[in-house]
């Protein structure tokens, strides 16, 4: 590992030495006001946000170069817009309006990353897309399923790649290449990156590795007091002798056993036949082994180690796609046509604490899919319309070892040990008409038919009174917003859409120890969950110099998917591993409601200095017949607030990210809040933290540029809403860019 990033080192010490054009500064340009931001996610063709009504947010180059983060699920946390989950340093879960997981969608290039596997739990897929490769990152709040189909209920997080560069010159090919190396101390994080893009008149390559090393994440310091103990480190296992030992931790803030390996790899071709343009996009991420932290800090009542090893195999993401970008005709103005394969293993490996039996469950899921889009502007009408397919394969097996013998035995797996498989039929139109310079009215239909099947062969662990399960359901989904722009700097929109989440082959048919004596079983009678949402939003800009905004939304879930308890041949628990666990499933909840507020403010000051600030406030409940009762994956108020400097070669920004506490009232204890990784593990707390932060870059000359960060300055502690890991405690980080 060291000699890789040497030579990543050297490599950039050969840009330095050899660039011929300036190094462009990372810059945080959240505090720029536009007015005609450009957007790609919500048509799935450029349109100008002011005409639409959905919130949206953009993450371009320049901010994530500036943000500078070790992960594309820190970068996300890094907007204020969006609360990032933690169970292990090697993950992420982005929460949207309190939806998580498989309730937002998360598309790369154009490409849906949800498959067939994707929980309603927490999800570590987002550190799969290399965020040195982003050229831009877009926030879909909402339901956004006329577009995109299932899984939108929350919104999505729409990723977008580089792409090479053709040349300009005839008979000149342009070369182009960027690298980098960073240092984070409370990660102990190495990495390095290099991209190299070649181009000529109709054909152009990128080629991008991204290599990211880091160690036992060191928490802060500065501890609650009321809660002076509260996600210590105080113990870890470690087998002696050939007996597994709780071995004291001689430094509590040092989260040991939570640093991972990963790398990334990224393969572009642009190339031109005739009239057509072509994008083939490979691209590949693949870790170590990644501790699931906050199980191996688990303990019983006895203070005794639950387990002695639980971790995440490889987790493994292969992209292969073909984009065809389609000339005009009289059908369409625009079009194109993606068919990608995706093919993603991920595995789980766990032993419970003085147990011979290391258990090994593996998961690999293949996806194929189609999508064509077009768009065609009539008079004052520009219409976006296409269809799109789906299909997944999942494979699920399972064995148990025994690390004293070395003798395998069977095991139940996650999934269906037959295979199982999920369809995905779509076509959608999508208009918005331009009825005067003032008013926008935009409106959208889909229709969707899926289809699952999975096949359950070995019934020896669990009699399940069935042999397969296969689900058909239709699904429609509209939205209805108009914008109005009543004068000078003036926004004001309002939209109402409906989204669906039908369920997936981890929603029906899996076993799964969820925790705390838990076991969930499958529930073949799940429904389609489906919402319908509004939102209002105005804004205002003075100036090109002051900005402030709000919106205010309203979500009802019918047939709302969450765990609860449920019973198995008419009993409430059953003996799994050893012991006895009480028995849930996932079940369609008749009713359930969210709703929030978010506000922001932007300000400039001369041509140097800007100020901005945002926050998120959101509630949810289910609603039964003995009163509402907390929904989960709800957020505490959540937000950021930052002032940005820039002065020729150097830029700088002092920024705080907070978090309002959650308080036990508003845990829902059935599901995924986690309450036994909270201050309070009975009932459920958590308490507010804010961070001080502090940024910078420098020109050093043409050929480089230097970036320097201290984050949580103050070195406290804490842990964001629902994770079972504590956040970086004082952070240095250093960086060295170069490109030629």
């Not at 040092?254 to 071709?269: A, C, H, M, P, R």
């Not at 609603?623 to 070669?649: Q, R, W």
Request: charged share 20%; hydrophobic share 35%; proline share 4%.
């Amino acid at each position: 590992m060291k000699n890789i990033f040497l030579s990543f080192g050297l490599l950039l010490f050969s840009f330095v030495v050899t660039a011929q054009e300036k190094t462009p500064l990372p810059r945080d340009t959240a505090n720029e006001i536009n007015l005609n931001e450009i957007t790609v996610s919500a048509t799935r063709f450029k349109e100008n946000s002011i005409f639409l009504p959905q919130k949206i947010v953009s993450i371009n180059a320049g901010k994530i170069a500036a943000y500078n983060q070790q992960t594309t699920a820190e970068l996300l946390s890094q907007s204020g817009e969006v609360l990032v989950q933690k169970s292990q340093l090697g993950g992420g879960s982005p929460v949207i309006r309190g939806f998580e997981a498989n309730k937002i969608l998360i598309v790369v290039d154009g490409v849906r990353m949800n498959n067939a596997i994707f929980r309603g739990g927490h999800l570590q897929n987002a550190i799969t897309v290399d965020n040195a490769m982003l050229e831009k990152t877009e926030i879909l709040f909402g339901p956004s399923s006329v577009i995109y189909g299932s899984d939108a209920l929350g919104g999505v997080l729409s990723f977008y790649t580089k792409d090479p560069a053709f040349s300009n010159t005839p008979g000149k090919t342009a070369i182009s290449g960027n690298a980098f190396v960073r240092y984070a101390s409370a990660y102990s994080e190495k990495t390095g990156h290099f991209d190299l893009s070649i181009g000529g008149k109709k054909i152009a390559s990128l080629t991008s590795v991204t290599v990211s090393d880091f160690g036992s994440l060191e928490q802060g310091s500065n501890y609650y007091d009321k809660f002076p103990n509260w996600g210590k480190r105080n113990f870890y296992v470690e087998r002696i002798n050939g007996i597994d030992s709780m071995v004291a931790n001689k430094n509590p803030d040092k989260q040991i056993e939570s640093g991972y390996t990963q790398y990334d790899f990224l393969q572009k071709l642009l190339f031109k036949t005739g009239k057509l343009q072509h994008t083939l996009n490979f691209q590949f991420s693949t870790t170590s082994d990644i501790n699931r932290y906050d199980r191996l800090t688990d303990v019983n009542a006895a203070g005794i180690a639950r387990s002695a090893e639980w971790y995440y195999g490889p987790q493994k993401r292969l992209l292969a796609a073909w984009n065809i970008s389609l000339p005009s005709s009289s059908l369409y103005d625009k079009g194109q046509v993606v068919t990608a394969y995706q093919d993603v293993e991920e595995s789980r490996h766990n032993r419970n604490y003085r147990s011979t039996n290391l258990n090994h469950r593996e998961e690999r899921v293949r996806i194929g899919s189609i999508n064509a889009d077009f768009f065609k502007k009539i008079g004052k009408v520009e219409w976006s319309y296409g269809g799109e397919i789906t299909y997944n394969k999942v494979n699920s097996t399972a064995y148990a070892e025994n690390i004293s013998t070395g003798v395998l035995s069977s095991l139940d797996t996650r999934y269906p040990d037959g295979g199982s498989n999920t369809q995905s039929y779509a076509v959608y139109t999508t208009g918005l008409y331009k009825i005067s310079q003032k008013f926008t009215l935009n409106g959208g239909l889909r229709f969707t038919h899926n289809r699952l099947y999975a096949n359950f062969i070995d019934k020896t662990f669990f009699p399940f009174p069935y042999d397969d399960i296969e689900q058909g359901s239709n699904a429609v989904s509209g939205n209805l917003g108009i914008v109005a722009l009543p004068g000078q700097g003036w926004k004001l929109s309002a939209l109402a859409g409906t989204g669906f989440r039908t369920p997936n082959v981890d929603d029906l048919s899996k076993v799964f120890e969820s925790g705390n004596g838990t076991l969930i079983v499958p529930n073949p009678n799940l429904k389609p969950e489906k919402t319908i949402s509004y939102e209002i939003s105005v804004s205002k800009t003075i100036a090109k110099k002051f900005s402030a905004g709000a919106t205010a939304w309203y979500s009802n879930l019918k047939d709302a998917l969450s765990t609860d308890f449920s019973t198995l041949n008419g009993s409430p628990t059953i003996i799994y591993n050893g012991s006895t666990s009480d028995i849930i499933t996932v079940v369609n909840k008749n009713k359930a409601y969210s709703w929030g507020l978010s506000a922001n403010i932007n300000a400039s000051f001369g041509k140097h200095v800007s100020f901005s600030s945002l926050i998120n406030y959101i509630y949810g409940r289910i609603k039964e017949s003995a009163g509402d009762y907390p929904l989960d994956h709800i957020p505490p108020t959540f937000g950021k607030t930052n002032i940005t400097g820039s002065f020729g070669n150097f830029n700088v920004e002092l920024f705080a990210l907070y978090h309002a506490a959650k308080n036990s009232a508003d845990y829902n204890l059935r599901g995924e809040d986690n309450q036994q990784y909270s201050a309070d593990p009975i009932r459920g707390f958590y308490p507010a933290w804010a961070t001080a932060n502090f940024r910078a870059g420098y020109r050093i000359n043409k050929y480089a540029a230097f970036q320097l960060a201290v984050e949580n300055i103050f070195d406290k502690f804490y842990r964001v809403f629902a994770s079972g890991l504590g956040a970086p405690g004082r952070n240095l980080v250093l960086t060295l860019r170069g490109n030629f």
